[in-house]
């Protein structure tokens, strides 16, 4: 199981989920005053703060602000693995299963689970970063085979198959669409359709481009050797080639001009990797159709794929992950250097509770970090490593998790899914990248749903380029959550006018780093 298979590059939704919005072309000096100060109203009785992401403590290590004093005497180990998300604690899981149990997982969060961790509002759960695991394919035989021992799929007549309480329930997804006309400036007319793929108002070239797309997914699956994960197919010449420009420098070289389906290309790449088309490379912008289920028409096939989701998101996953662990995790532990001796590994970390440094000896380290991190980690520098870590791009992201008192006044149309997005290629309140829309946290519940809801909204960063993508992770350092808070409740606002006199609570989290961009 790789950190792409659990991690946000591959566990915000399907390809239709995935499906994508255009950012503005403007980069963001910093941010600007709402014109519209009823749609982000933030009342003072409102709860809130960044949560899950402890950016001091990350700050304070690349800055070397950490403290020098020590805190005991060094703890020797066989293996230490630094960084308890999905890789990570797969790594643990992985020794544990092979006998070696002699190990410890360090983490600079208070808890594990790196991109994919869960969160709780006034009892409810919730997800802070990825929150739906597609089902495997058959390629990704690893995931499986683990899946299988936790009771969430079994295989019959040859193809996996979940169980139904834990795939995503009905309705699971729908699309605003917007009228021409609206109601004011920043207040949307319009109804929601099923599914997320623009269907309604096609002209004949639009459905010829759908073709055209479809028939290009097609033919770049069965030539060039798609797979995920991608180490299952091997590399050559020709991905090579698409890895080299960017999605929207092939599409442009093909024809494509399509308002609705650049729309969703471009959506998709945001939604799975954080940036918009401009910036992703030809390759990845294909490899999530190529590597699963192709691009169906509209009216063509299933409108969406079964995936597995709980309420806390891909936390439930992560849970598991580290149960077997016990306190062999340990958060709160910022690594702060790597030195590979002749007989061990010695690794100096700070223990942010008792702000202490302590030595640890290992046998052996894995580093389960962004390359980024690993090359400023290590005392010695490696030469590959040196070469790839500046050639690393990362996208932020916003997480926000919204309390209502009660339900908001919906618009006609398909009713409330598990994912709701607006069509849109619209930024909001200053920020140029439209957001991608809001989950219901409260949709895999058994029992009837009542009393508060739970949004949790999604907001990719990265943009069109790296200028856009830096000048937004600036903009979350910088800003409060007020600011933030308010940004998105002027997004929620355009389609539901109301939510902002429900508010109860808005729980935010900021990740400069979310996620690699396949840059080409």
């Known amino acids: 199981m790789s950190a792409r298979e659990l991690g946000f590059n591959r566990a915000r939704r399907h390809?239709?989920?995935?499906?994508?919005?255009?950012?503005?072309?403007?980069?963001?000096?910093?941010?600007?005053?709402?014109?519209?100060?009823?749609?982000?109203?933030?009342?003072?009785d409102v709860q809130g703060s960044w949560v899950g992401a402890h950016v001091d403590r990350g700050h304070a290590w690349r800055d070397a602000q950490a403290p020098s004093a020590a805190c005991a005497p060094p703890r020797r180990v066989h293996t230490l693995i630094i960084g308890a998300g999905v890789a990570g604690l797969s790594a643990a899981r992985a020794?544990?299963?092979?006998?070696?149990?002699?190990?410890?997982?360090?983490?600079?969060?208070?808890?594990?689970?790196?991109?994919?961790?869960?969160?709780v509002m006034r009892g409810l759960p919730c997800p802070l970063g990825a929150h739906y695991l597609p089902m495997p394919g058959p390629d990704a035989t690893e995931v499986a085979q683990w899946l299988e021992e936790l009771g969430l799929i079994r295989q019959e007549h040859g193809h996996w198959v979940g169980d139904e309480r834990h795939l995503c329930h009905s309705p699971q997804e729908r699309l605003?669409?917007?009228?021409?006309?609206?109601?004011?400036?920043?207040?949307?007319?319009?109804?929601?359709?099923?599914g997320l793929l623009p269907q309604q108002g096609l002209g004949a070239d639009d459905l010829a481009q759908y073709r055209l797309f479809s028939q290009d997914v097609r033919t770049a699956s069965r030539e060039l050797g798609f797979a995920m994960p991608t180490f299952k197919r091997p590399w050559h010449a020709g991905l090579a080639a698409l890895d080299q420009q960017s999605f929207a420098q092939w599409l442009?070289?093909?024809?494509?001009?399509?308002?609705?389906?650049?729309?969703?290309?471009?959506?998709?790449c945001r939604d799975d990797y954080g940036a918009g088309l401009g910036r992703v490379s030809a390759w990845a912008g294909l490899h999530y159709f190529a590597s699963r289920h192709g691009?169906?028409?509209?009216?063509?096939?299933?409108?969406?794929?079964?995936?597995?989701?709980?309420?806390?998101?891909?936390?439930?996953?992560?849970?598991?992950?580290?149960?077997d662990l016990g306190e062999r995790v340990m958060t709160g532990q910022v690594a702060l250097q790597i030195e590979a001796n002749r007989h061990d590994v010695a690794v100096q970390s700070w223990q942010a509770r008792h702000q202490c440094r302590q030595t640890w000896l290992a046998q052996q380290v894995i580093l389960c970090v962004p390359l980024f991190v690993a090359q400023r980690l290590l005392r010695a520098p490696l030469p590959p490593l040196q070469e790839m870590a500046p050639r690393m791009a990362y996208a932020p992201w916003l997480v926000s998790n919204v309390l209502l008192s009660k339900a908001f006044t919906d618009r006609?149309?398909?009713?409330?899914?598990?994912?709701?997005?607006?069509?849109?290629?619209?930024?909001?309140?200053?920020?140029?990248?439209?957001?991608?829309?809001?989950?219901?946290?409260?949709?895999?519940?058994?029992?009837?749903?009542?009393?508060?809801?739970?949004?949790?909204?999604?907001?990719a960063l990265g943009g069109q380029d790296a200028a856009q993508g830096q000048a937004m992770?600036?903009?979350?350092?910088?800003?409060?959550?007020?600011?933030?808070?308010?940004?998105?409740?002027?997004?929620l606002s355009r389609i539901h006018p109301d939510l902002p006199g429900?508010?109860?609570?808005?729980?935010?989290?900021?990740?400069?780093?979310?996620?690699?961009?396949?840059a080409p």
């Open 15 to 44: 390809w239709l989920s995935v499906a994508g919005a255009g950012a503005a072309s403007s980069v963001l000096p910093g941010l600007s005053a709402c014109h519209h100060a009823e749609l982000n109203q933030l009342r003072p």
């Open 252 to 268: 442009r070289a093909r024809g494509y001009t399509s308002p609705p389906l650049l729309w969703l290309l471009d959506y998709a």
């Open 176 to 194: 605003f669409i917007p009228d021409i006309k609206q109601d004011k400036p920043g207040l949307w007319r319009g109804q929601w359709r099923e």
């Open 473 to 491: 992770r600036s903009a979350l350092l910088k800003g409060s959550w007020q600011d933030w808070a308010r940004h998105v409740l002027a997004d």
């Open 95 to 119: 020794l544990m299963r092979a006998g070696l149990d002699d190990l410890a997982v360090l983490d600079l969060e208070d808890q594990p689970g790196g991109n994919a961790r869960g969160h």
């Open 295 to 323: 691009f169906e028409m509209p009216g063509q096939g299933d409108t969406h794929d079964a995936v597995l989701t709980w309420p806390e998101g891909n936390g439930w996953l992560t849970r598991q992950l580290a149960h």
């Open 412 to 459: 006609p149309g398909m009713p409330l899914s598990w994912d709701n997005v607006p069509y849109t290629n619209e930024g909001v309140d200053g920020v140029p990248m439209p957001a991608l829309g809001y989950v219901d946290a409260r949709h895999q519940n058994l029992a009837q749903v009542t009393g508060p809801m739970l949004l949790t909204h999604y907001w």
């Open 502 to 518: 429900l508010v109860q609570q808005m729980d935010l989290m900021r990740l400069g780093h979310a996620m690699s961009i396949p």
